[in-house]
Each structure stands twice: as C-alpha cells, then as structure tokens.
Nanobody
C-alpha cells in the first residue's frame, strides 16, 4: 500500500497550492481520506477529511473557507486545494487513509513540504 503526496512548494502569503495524493495497493472505498500537517517541533494536526464517496468534507477551524478537500474514488486520488495561504500554514502535509471500521488501521504517506513566506 502506498500513498504518495505531491504539489508542495514555496509560495508567498496569499497564494495558492494544490496538493495531490496518489493511493495504490488496495481499494480505499471504505476509508476516510484525510490530510494532516506537522510543523517543526510540533505534533501532527488534522487539516481536512472526506468520506469514502467523496462527500461530506470536514475541516479544521484554522483552514475553513480557505482549503478544499476532494477525492476521485475511481482514480484513487485525493486533493487539497489551498487558497489564501498564510505563513502559519507552513508544514509538512501528509495524506492519511483511516479505516472507517477500525480507526487504528491507518496508512500514511511520506509527506510534502509546504512553505509560505510573508
């Protein structure tokens, strides 16, 4: 099973980035697909999630109205559109698949770095 993130980079405050996550090795139709992030020296935090059919997205308060999560179930792809980025969004972003039946059954990607300069 592999989750591979891409799309990170260095941008200025107010700009946008779109992260992608390619999932392979199994069907993730029964998994919640989520994005987490981790800043240096801090714990990983939840960013956004979406259920197996690509509906009912949910977000951390810190990104509501700026980030949009989506998934293409047929292609096993997950996306995170990030608009109006802020320096506080600087972090490594991880794609995470969480089993809806057993939440301790998770798959994590290696992450992609997002850096927002002021």
């Amino acid at each position: 099973v592999q989750l591979v993130e891409s799309g990170g980079g260095l941008v200025q405050a107010g700009e946008s980035l779109r992260l992608s996550c390619a999932a392979s090795g199994r069907t993730f139709s029964s998994y919640q697909m989520t994005w987490f992030r981790q800043e240096p020296g801090k714990e990983r935090e939840f960013v956004a999630g979406i259920n197996w059919n690509g509906r009912n997205p949910y977000y951390a308060d810190s990104v509501k109205g700026r980030f949009t999560i989506s998934r293409d179930v047929a292609k096993n792809m997950l996306y995170l559109q990030m608009n109006n980025l802020r320096p506080g969004d600087t972090a490594v972003y991880y794609c995470v698949a969480i089993d809806t039946i057993r939440s301790d059954n998770q798959y994590w990607g290696r992450g992609t770095q997002v850096t927002v300069s002021s």
